[in-house]
């Protein structure tokens, strides 16, 4: 094992060599160009590539490739004859620096354990006139630095809105339709009748029934609306349950998972699965299917419990599409929502928000209604305040 950096004691543990520093800053900063902290990603000019007559000029700004940093001010990199080039900085252990470098647009950027080059632009030369395509950008070429650790805000929003596309698109087995099915958002999205949110050890909140026998229903029920592409699917619907101390009685008790379809003639369809007396220890599962080609209007799904005494807990339902039941997981929608509630944590009601440019609305990113509230000037550049109002 080695340890990095300490003051020197005479010892070669001590000791550490340019390579030592590279191989420490490589596993905090990816290779590419550095946004300073106060430019907005879209605009920043740092090491942008800019036409200079018939060559090319490297803006003021900090690249990083394999831990070692270049400097630029303003470098002129000539272009000597017409023709298609590549930008690029190019890390060289050999020659033991970082250079700025046109190459030919034919050529292959050299990427090996010694010899590393990054792409800023590609520069189109005619007349002698230099024409310039930033590829900063393009991580495939080159890229922005990313910091391993401390990320700024615009880069942890930027990941966000990645797994947020991904999430409107994903499938965690089969995608679940029941919205609030294991109750974290306590009993939003459900009817109950005579049931409570109970804390469960394992579970956390789940819908609590106690046996009472009477006339009135005791359940829990969510209603999904079929959309015209899924009507004639088969579905799966399945509950997670735990008997405590239940007895069912012999006064017309009932205690079971029940699935209502509607029919678009105007009919029903009632599919039951039954629980019986018990205690249990763990939480068990009962599951209906659902036939295909239906024509299916809606899906009625309820926990219903009479029984003598004890109780029974519901939790983790789901509704899916297809002839097999998956590991239940939350609604996307559901998801979506917890990105929201933790942006509005960090971003209630009062908050302030500056964007460089007056279209880049917050809400957008973090939900919520924002009002711009005015400008004002940071660094020479004019800053859009906006206030979260809702």
Do not use: H
Request: glycine share 6%; net charge negative; charged share 20%.
């Amino acid at each position: 094992m080695k340890s990095m950096f300490f003051d020197y004691d005479g010892t070669e543990d001590t000791q550490y060599s340019a390579v030592d520093f590279r191989k420490a800053y490589s596993s905090m900063l990816s290779d590419g160009v550095i946004v300073p902290p106060n430019d907005d990603i879209t605009t920043s000019t740092a090491c942008k590539v800019v036409s200079d007559g018939g060559n090319v000029k490297i803006s003021a700004g900090v690249a990083v490739i394999k831990g070692a940093f270049a400097f630029m001010n303003d470098d002129i990199v000539t272009l000597t004859v017409n023709g298609s080039y590549r930008i690029v900085l190019e890390y060289s252990e050999p020659a033991n620096k970082i250079s700025a470098k046109a190459i030919l647009s034919t050529e292959s950027l050299i990427r090996t354990a010694t010899v590393y080059q990054i792409q800023l632009a590609t520069v189109s030369r005619e007349a002698g006139i230099a024409t310039v395509t930033d590829t900063r950008a393009d991580k495939a070429v080159c890229g922005y630095v990313n910091k391993y650790i401390d990320p700024t805000l615009q880069e942890v929003t930027s990941r966000i809105t990645a797994n947020e596309n991904s999430i409107s698109t994903m499938v965690i087995g089969g995608r679940n339709l029941l919205l609030n099915s294991n109750f974290n958002n306590g009993l939003t999205n459900w009817t109950v009748t005579n049931a409570s949110l109970f804390t469960d050890t394992i579970k956390g909140n789940c819908l609590k029934i106690e046996g009472n026998i009477n006339t009135t229903a005791y359940y829990v029920r969510q209603i999904y609306v079929c959309n015209d592409a899924i009507k004639n699917n088969s579905f799966v619907i399945q509950a997670k349950y735990k008997r405590q101390s239940l007895v069912l009685g012999t006064v017309s008790p009932k205690v079971t998972l029940y699935v209502i379809a509607r029919l678009a003639n105007g009919t029903s369809r009632f599919y039951e699965n039954f629980i019986y007396d018990g205690t249990d220890t763990d939480w068990q599962t009962k599951i209906i299917y659902i036939e295909k080609d239906l024509n299916i209007t809606q899906i009625e799904v309820l926990g219903y419990c009479k029984a003598l005494s004890g109780y029974i807990l519901y939790d983790e339902f789901k509704l899916e599409t297809g002839t097999i039941a998956t590991d239940w997981s939350p609604a996307p929608e559901d998801v979506d929502d917890k990105i929201n509630t933790l942006w509005k944590v960090i971003y209630p009601v009062g908050s302030l928000y500056k964007t460089v440019l007056n279209t880049s609305n917050p809400t957008i990113i973090f939900g919520g209604t924002w009002s711009l509230i005015g400008t004002l000037t940071e660094l020479g550049k004019t800053v859009y305040v906006w206030e979260r109002t809702a």
